[in-house]
């Protein structure tokens, strides 16, 4: 089984940026596809990005094209989604999550870290 553990949420202001990291215990990730997805105050989770085991396909939300970029580093069991020009409506809980498919449906992922709360704010 993998654990995952997100970190690098914070406060930051409009038009800020922040990295998060996903690391993997027990299990390595490099074998799975792995994706970010978030959750706002009264709202359902919803898909970020995507990247596949080589790190060669990724996808986004259209929400976030051109401003997130998810990469990963499978030496270190890491997996980042950089995240710049970010915006109010970018505030929410990120976690990350392993095992599903490229589309980003969220029923398809077997594992999840315990989130990041992401606030963006002046």
């Known amino acids: 089984q993998v654990q995952l553990v997100e970190s690098g949420g914070g406060l930051v202001q409009p038009g800020g940026s922040l990295r998060l990291s996903c690391a993997a215990s027990?299990?390595?990730?490099?074998?799975?596809?792995v994706g970010w997805f978030r959750q706002a105050p009264g709202k359902e989770r919803e898909f970020v990005a995507t990247?596949?085991?080589?790190?060669?396909?990724?996808y986004y939300a259209d929400s976030v094209k051109g401003r997130f970029a998810i990469s990963r580093d499978n030496a270190k069991d890491t997996v980042y989604l950089q995240m710049n020009s970010l915006k109010p409506e970018d505030t929410a809980v990120y976690y990350c999550a392993a095992g599903g498919n490229l589309r980003g449906v969220l029923s398809s992922y077997n594992y999840w870290g315990q989130g990041t709360q992401v606030t963006v704010s002046s």
């Open positions: 027990r299990r390595t990730l490099s074998g799975y596809i």
């Open positions: 990247i596949n085991s080589s790190g060669a396909s990724r």
